[in-house]
């Protein structure tokens, strides 16, 4: 059973920065992609960025490009994302998720960590 864990949400200044953290368990993720979503109140969840866990190739939403970096620790069966220049925006709860390479959509799924950036 596929397990994710998110951490490090919290308040943050406009302008701050947050690293969130996403702990994989449950099985071996190497033909995996890991992604961060966020949803915002009242709006649908969107893709934020994501990491081919082989490889390491990234994506990013263009709204958090040059801001944000996807990272990947393999020892730790881990997934970050680094949150620089945050805004209000950026509020949201963060999810990490999980999906294999050949499926087209994610099935796994944390529960969730609240990142709040105040103006």
């Known amino acids: 059973q596929v397990q994710l864990v998110e951490s490090g949400g919290g308040l943050v200044h406009n302008g701050g920065s947050l690293r969130l953290a996403c702990a994989a368990s449950?099985?071996?993720?190497?033909?995996?992609?890991l992604g961060w979503f966020r949803q915002a109140p009242g709006k649908q969840r969107e893709p934020v960025a994501s990491?081919?866990?082989?490889?390491?190739?990234?994506y990013y939403a263009d709204s958090v490009k040059g801001r944000f970096t996807i990272s990947r620790d393999n020892a730790k069966n881990a997934v970050y994302l680094q949150m620089n220049s945050l805004k209000a925006e950026d509020t949201a709860v963060y999810y990490c998720?999980?999906?294999?390479?050949?499926?087209?959509?994610?099935?796994?799924w944390g529960q969730g960590t609240q990142v709040t950036v105040s103006s």
């Open positions: 998720a999980a999906r294999e390479l050949t499926a087209s959509h994610y099935d796994f």
């Open positions: 449950g099985r071996t993720f190497s033909n995996y992609y």
């Open positions: 990491i081919r866990w082989s490889g390491g190739s990234t």
